[in-house]
């Protein structure tokens, strides 16, 4: 993390401000646009992200932040976004732009079954009962496939040590209920 921006998001300075909050703009706008949502809708989310992004740095929750800020920023603005297309019942794309490593993609075919094993019923049972935490977490890392690294850069654990010990507690958890 570059401590001058750091410094720069936590300042009462106008033109700083807005000279860190115009960098990303115009990549926080095509990544919008890549899924599909208007410009006014883009630049409302970005707004508040960059707002929520600044709370974090004046509160002190971004000094141990691996990572870039732009990175950060667009985790939470990426989250926000969805939720807002989602209120608006639009449809967005499955695959993250963020995260494409490779352009071919290998097709998976998935035979429908319409009865799930007895494991598959006891873990969508156990699953909800979780913390919100934990689903968090866990949906992350086993059904997006984000990295540790990633996780921290999108949620606010401190670093990747939090967020492993956490994973590792919400697995024994659920282990835990289904046995």
Excluded at 62 to 78: A, C, P, R, T, W
Excluded at 116 to 126: A, C, D, G, H, I
Excluded at 163 to 172: E, F, I, M, N, T
């Amino acid at each position: 993390m570059d401590l001058t921006q750091l410094e720069h998001l936590k300042s009462d300075d106008r033109l700083k401000l807005k000279a860190l909050y115009n960098n990303y703009r115009g990549a926080f706008l095509n990544f919008g646009k890549s899924l599909g949502a208007d410009n006014s809708l883009i630049l409302d989310v970005y707004q508040e992200a960059f707002l929520a992004l600044r709370k974090k740095a004046i509160q002190g929750k971004l000094e141990n932040m691996q990572g870039s800020l732009k990175s950060y920023l667009f985790g939470i603005g990426k989250y926000m976004l969805f939720d807002a297309l989602k209120r608006e019942s639009k449809t967005i794309a499955m695959e993250n732009p963020l995260h494409v490593v490779n352009e071919a993609v290998e097709g998976i075919e998935i035979e429908p079954s319409s009865e799930l094993t007895k494991e598959q019923r006891l873990l969508r049972t156990f699953f909800v009962k979780l913390g919100k935490k934990c689903q968090l977490v866990l949906t992350l890392f086993y059904y997006r496939g984000l990295t540790i690294e990633e996780i921290v850069e999108q949620t606010e654990y401190g670093n990747a040590n939090t967020v492993k010990a956490q994973k590792s507690r919400c697995l024994k958890t659920l282990k835990q209920m289904m046995n």
